[in-house]
C-alpha cells in the first residue's frame, strides 16, 4: 500500500486532503514514513530503516505499524493495490 499521489504532505507531519478538504497533523516520524511511503520504499524497507535508527524491537514495531496503516486507512489516505 502507499500513500495516494494527491496527498499533500509537509516535513513537520502536516498532511492535506484535497479530495476531501480534510487535514491531519502527525509528529516528527510520521512525516518521515509518510516521505518513504511517498518515495516508493516498501513496507519492509521502511521498517528496516526504522529499526535501524530507532531504540524498537520489531515486534512493537510491527504492532505499531498495523496501527499507523489502520489509521491512514480510515482517514482515506491509502491507494490499496488491487
Known sequence: MKIKSNIATSENGFI??????????GNAIAATLLLAM???KTEQEIKQDILD???VKAD???RD?????LQLKEANLLEIDA
Request: proline residues 4%; without cysteine.
Open 53 to 55: 535508527r530507532y531504540d
Open 60 to 62: 512493537q514495531l510491527n
Open 16 to 25: 492535506f486532503n484535497p479530495a476531501t478538504g480534510d487535514s491531519f497533523s
Open 65 to 69: 505499524w498495523e496501527d499507523w496503516m
Open 38 to 40: 511517498k518515495s516508493g
